[in-house]
């Protein structure tokens, strides 16, 4: 079974701009969470989304939204980027939501703001 | 919410001994704790996971612990090998409605010293 796939896998942007980013979950998933990590404030959460509607949300600025797709597919969005959202961004998918199961990660996509 | 303290944040073992990786947590509602292994350039690995109901669980060099009176749960590598040099990250969360994902701690660079 294949794993959980992330694109692109870096991406170079510059303040002010947007950025899209994209999740595969494992097939048969349902869930998808994001989550940021960074030096200084190591794996955060940022949100979670089953079945196309967004479940839970961490404490992330409006500029981070999501979607997920009925195929369980999702897309992680900023805008008006920030020196500070240089980071990796990992999703997780797992069968059921709210951390009823286990999660598996993917490689992340390594976002830096210039 | 939720807070998770690790220690230490870095390890150093010769091959063949045995690490500890300890972590302590805030939320008593919490009732999953997953650990997580991440290598260089790779997104985190489920190792081994325990829910609140079970005080102990090993897999093979791999096992942890939970006290829920203390809210600390521990992980314990025996007979350490090259390969179990990476970052380790505990967890905790609430599993069900309402959960605000995976918060985690630190991380633990563990180095298997030759």
């Known amino acids: 079974k294949a794993g959980v796939t992330q694109t692109p896998r870096y991406l170079i942007k510059t303040r002010g701009q947007q950025v899209t980013l994209s999740c595969s979950p494992i097939s048969g998933h349902r869930s998808v969470s994001w989550y940021q990590q960074t030096p200084g404030q190591g794996l955060q959460f940022l949100f979670e989304?089953?079945?196309?509607?967004?479940?839970n949300k961490g404490n992330f600025p409006g500029r981070f939204s999501g979607r997920q797709f009925s195929n369980s597919r999702s897309e992680m969005n900023v805008s008006t980027l920030e020196l500070g959202d240089s980071a990796l961004y990992l999703c997780?998918?797992?069968?059921?939501?709210?951390?009823?199961?286990?999660?598996?990660f993917g490689p992340g996509t390594r976002l830096t703001v210039l | 919410g939720e807070n998770v303290e690790q220690h230490p944040s870095t390890l150093s073992v010769q091959e063949g001994d045995s690490a500890v990786i300890k972590c302590t947590y805030s939320?008593?509602?919490?009732?999953?704790f997953p650990w997580y292994k991440q290598e260089l350039g790779k997104g985190p690995q489920l190792i081994i996971d325990i829910r609140s109901n079970v005080g102990e669980k090993k897999d093979q060099r791999i096992a942890v612990t939970l006290n829920k009176t203390a809210k600390h749960f521990s992980l314990h590598i025996t007979e350490t090998q090259p390969e179990d040099s990476a970052v380790y990250f505990c967890?905790?969360?609430?599993?069900?409605?309402?959960?605000?994902?995976?918060?985690f701690g630190k991380g633990t660079h563990l180095i298997i010293q030759p």
């Open positions: 989304y089953f079945s196309e509607t967004q479940r």
């Open positions: 939320d008593s509602a919490s009732n999953y």
């Open positions: 967890a905790a969360t609430r599993s069900g409605g309402g959960a605000d994902g995976l918060t």
């Open positions: 997780a998918s797992s069968l059921g939501s709210g951390g009823a199961g286990e999660q598996f």
